[in-house]
């Protein structure tokens, strides 16, 4: 979990995020949050739950453009429009999309699991913003066992463990659990928000609606 602002524990909003690693609108979806949250001083504490936009991609991928085409139908006009403005609205937030021709869509169940176990670490959020840069500026193979252990060392954690916790599967049915859990309550599209586990948002709605969500829940707290 991540602690957004500092204050006592019972006074945290607690915010739990529906997302998967490889999906562009959960990063433009979080840095909309977080800056709705320093702009609101909003103490919150923020947990990352498990979504596979694509559960059944194959071990070595597809690429991107493909996939997109294939999955949504947008032609490579489209596309392409669809990658200027996730750009250009990454930039305002601070977030550097890097879109290549030759970028593949993976498979994220690993990387999945991975930000399971880093979980009772403290290690889980600064593992997902790791996860998103690696996939979006870097284009790095998120289904690798390599490439998972080196990501999961740049955030402090012991790479040698993260390629044991990933080749043994010792979280993947705990992992399958919480995605159903997530899917039979309805959810079928990340960015899902739930804000103090009781009000669902879903989609990436922008700083100015997140401020007034967050006013709304916490009128107590003031910009």
Partial sequence: MNTIDAAKPEDYLQIDIVSDVVCPWCVIGFKQLEQAIHQTGTPATVKWHPFELNPNMAEDGENLRDHIHRK???DEAASAQTRERLTALGLE???????????????????HQLLHWAGPYGKEHPLKMALFEAYFIRHEDLNDLTVLGEIAQGVGLNPAEAQDV????????????EEKFFTDQGIQGVPAVIFDRRHLVSGAQ??????SILRQLNGHFST
């Fill in 72 to 74: 949504y139908g947008l």
């Fill in 93 to 111: 937030l601070g977030f550097a999309f890097n879109y290549s021709d030759d970028m593949r869509m993976v498979n994220t169940f690993r990387a």
């Fill in 166 to 177: 990933l080749s043994d599967g010792r979280f993947a049915q705990t992992v399958r659990q």
């Fill in 206 to 211: 922008g700083v100015d609606a997140y401020v």
